[in-house]
């Protein structure tokens, strides 16, 4: 079964990507996921509780920081995988002197669309 990207056309907002990278949890998710993870994987990983887990990947994914690939069969059941989706974050003013913040999103990550993964 093939990885797909659930997809959002809202862009990031600036206060839900600076509260995401202010948790220091949320920033040792993002370091462990090279790859896709399933929420069990994550919070081995990271030694975090499973309700934590699902917290920050929710707000790491809302601010545009994970996504979500759902379609990994594991027995009769599709488990989501969360990965990394950025190489760059940078903050700066805008010409009307406003903070922005603009994600660049991984090249890479396509890479693991066209992934086939049955178990």
């Known amino acids: 079964m093939t990885l797909e990207f ?9 206060e ?3 509260a995401a990278l202010d948790d220091g949890t949320c920033r040792e998710i993002i370091a462990v996921l090279e790859e896709p993870m399933t929420v069990h994987e994550v919070a ?9 887990t699902y917290r920050k990947l929710d707000s790491l994914t ?4 994970v996504e979500e690939t ?5 027995g009769r059941h599709q488990k989501s995988r969360y ?19 603009d994600v660049d999103l991984s090249a890479e990550l396509g890479f693991w669309s066209n992934v ?3 178990f």
Do not use: C, H, M
């Not at 081995?44 to 934590?52: E, F, G, H, K």
């Not at 990965?83 to 913040?101: G, K, M, Q, T």
């Open 70 to 74: 759902v379609g990994v069969r594991q």
């Open 44 to 52: 081995d990983a990271t030694d975090r509780p499973l309700s934590t």
């Open 116 to 118: 086939t993964r049955e």
């Open 83 to 101: 990965v990394a989706n950025l190489n760059r974050i940078s903050i700066d003013l805008d010409d009307d002197n406003e903070l922005r913040v």
């Open 62 to 65: 809302t601010a545009g920081l």
């Open 6 to 14: 659930s997809s959002s056309d809202d862009a990031p907002t600036f």
């Open 16 to 18: 839900g990507v600076i």
